[in-house]
């Protein structure tokens, strides 16, 4: 589960006294990075540090630092055999009352977090595209559902945009940089439209589309008489979720597809850093 912002404040109205655990420091294999948080109620949690041992221990030690009135405590554990995990890391926590300035942080840093998440916009809301709209809710994008019939947009996650388009491929141009894009439309001919401007777009990370490779190959041969620039074609993922077994069913499609996503979006973040340490090295070496 991703928490956002207004799950904190929702959290903190039923447990106005709760205490933040938060990995101050992480030292080798660790199930989760530094930074990574949850809150403690005195009988319900929000959010995870990894789980396991590691996580009740943190549990028990903020109901206790709850009980005995304290400000807060910290731990330093090793994730080994003392615990009964074989990570090898280790980590330092910090455990803290949560109090009104401390929500207040954790709100902004959630809310920043939520504004920078990329987008990906699902066409199509058919069975496959509905299976993937909920696969998505759960993981950190904006996922958007576009369809020409408005009728087809009911029953998605409250979290997923629905818009209902007469023209969907015009949404491609106006979408934010870094948009993911998954082309599962009940129509063919529309599908190439949308397929076509979304590989304009250079600054995506994945452009996907459902079909086989018969539907590849008829669709290259399209869009290189559209005189689209045939080295964009590599781009395009299709079929999509192609790692699978030939699963059809609309759950597994989309269970493989988000993976699918994630990796690209991922591998596109990777490449993003790497150019901007390379701007600062190049600009620092030209300024020596």
């Not at 006294?17 to 929000?46: D, N, Q, W």
């Not at 973040?269 to 300024?287: F, H, M, Q, R």
Request: glycine share 10%; net charge negative.
């Amino acid at each position: 589960m991703i928490v956002r912002a207004t799950d904190i404040s929702e959290f903190v109205a039923r447990n106005p006294l709760a205490i933040c655990a938060e990995l101050l420091a992480v030292k080798g294999s660790s199930p989760r990075a530094a930074g990574t948080f949850m809150l403690i109620g005195p009988s319900e949690i929000l959010g995870t540090i990894g789980g396991g041992a590691l996580e009740y221990m943190v549990i028990d030690r903020s109901r206790q630092v709850m009980r005995e009135g304290l400000s807060g405590d910290e731990l330093d554990i090793p994730l080994g055999p003392e615990i009964g995990q074989c990570c090898g890391g280790r980590v330092l926590v910090g455990m803290s009352v949560a109090d009104t300035a401390k929500v207040e942080t954790l709100i902004a840093r959630l809310t920043a977090e939520d504004a920078a998440e990329p987008h990906v916009y699902v066409f199509g809301a058919g069975h496959v595209g509905h299976a993937l709209a909920h696969a998505l809710a759960l993981l950190p994008v904006k996922t958007h559902v576009i369809d020409t019939r408005p009728e087809e947009l009911a029953g998605l996650p409250e979290s997923v945009e629905a818009k209902a388009v007469a023209m969907p491929e015009a949404v491609v141009r106006n979408a934010p940089k870094g948009s993911a894009y998954v082309i599962l439309t009940h129509d063919h001919a529309l599908d190439f439209l949308i397929a076509e401007e979304a590989l304009r777009r250079a600054d995506s990370p994945y452009v996907g589309m459902v079909g086989s490779t018969t539907k590849r190959a008829k669709f290259s041969s399209w869009y290189r008489g559209e005189g689209g620039d045939p080295a964009r074609l590599e781009k395009l993922v299709l079929p999509i979720g192609g790692a699978g077994t030939g699963d059809k069913r609309p759950e597994v499609i989309a269970a493989l597809a988000a993976a699918e996503i994630m990796v690209h979006i991922g591998w596109r973040e990777v490449k993003d850093v790497s150019a901007t340490l390379d701007d600062k090295v190049s600009g620092a070496a030209n300024g020596r």
